[in-house]
């Protein structure tokens, strides 16, 4: 099955630096990469996706990159803001095994 | 447009009782998904239904089960609880049939189960 690895687990960053969080996968099959921030008490928000035949995709100061060939595909967030803090969890869709597998997690700080 | 809403928000359990989780999609979003979220882990997948059809169920035993009504809300069962099953279990909607392509998450029903 597939396997997604998430790094760092915990990042803190001053305000208006940037942030990057990476994620890797082992099933070359999957086809559709999600970013989800969950803040305290909520449940997971869609913030960006990626799909495979895409190599990058922005929505103003988030971003997504994906490499194919190296499996891994990693979120940037730029000037970032105390609003940002929260938990990031980055997925992977295989549509051969028609699941999603979620990594473990990245909590971001934003020290004002 | 009302997004994804589960209910209860808390449930209290003892071992061995049945739990019955509840979720409405978002209008027009056919497919539903639950996910159990245990403490400091991620999220695991737990089933896929599409059009009243489970699709298809993540590494968990048979007394995790569910349905799918005709109004595409869904019911997440679980059956003689055990300690371990203590944790947020999450709904998620989708418009799409063929995967969770831009799927929406509820806010969940946080499960203890004592």
């Known amino acids: 099955g597939e396997n997604v690895e998430q790094h760092p687990s915990t990042l803190s960053v001053q305000e208006g630096d940037s942030a990057v969080i990476k994620c890797t996968y082992s099933?070359?099959?999957?086809?559709?990469f999600p970013w989800y921030k969950q803040e305290l008490g909520k449940g997971p928000q869609l913030i960006i996706d990626?799909?495979?035949?895409?190599g990058e995709k922005k929505d103003q100061r988030i971003a997504v990159t994906l490499n194919k060939t190296a499996k891994h595909f990693s979120l940037h967030i730029t000037e970032t803001q105390p609003e940002d803090s929260a938990v990031y969890f980055c997925?992977?869709?295989?549509?051969?095994?028609?699941?999603?597998?979620f990594g473990t997690g990245t909590k971001l700080q934003v020290i004002p | 447009e009302a997004g994804v809403t589960q209910s209860p928000t808390h449930l209290i359990k003892t071992r061995g009782q049945q739990a019955t989780l509840r979720c409405s999609p978002i209008?027009?979003?056919?497919?539903v998904y639950w996910y159990q979220q245990a403490l400091g882990l991620g999220l695991q997948f737990l089933l896929w239904?599409?059009?009243?059809?489970?699709?298809n169920r993540g590494n968990f035993p048979p007394r995790f089960s569910g349905r799918q009504f005709p109004n595409y809300s869904s019911e997440l069962n679980v059956n003689a609880l055990e300690l371990e099953d203590s944790a947020l279990y999450l709904c998620?909607?989708?418009?799409?049939?063929?995967?969770?392509?831009?799927?929406?998450f509820g806010p969940g029903t946080r499960l203890t189960v004592t």
């Open positions: 239904y599409d059009e009243g059809e489970e699709r």
């Open positions: 099933d070359s099959a999957s086809n559709y």
């Open positions: 990626i799909r495979s035949n895409v």
């Open positions: 997925a992977a869709y295989s549509g051969g095994y028609q699941k999603v597998t």
């Open positions: 209008s027009g979003h056919t497919s």
């Open positions: 998620a909607s989708s418009r799409s049939s063929s995967g969770p392509y831009e799927q929406y």
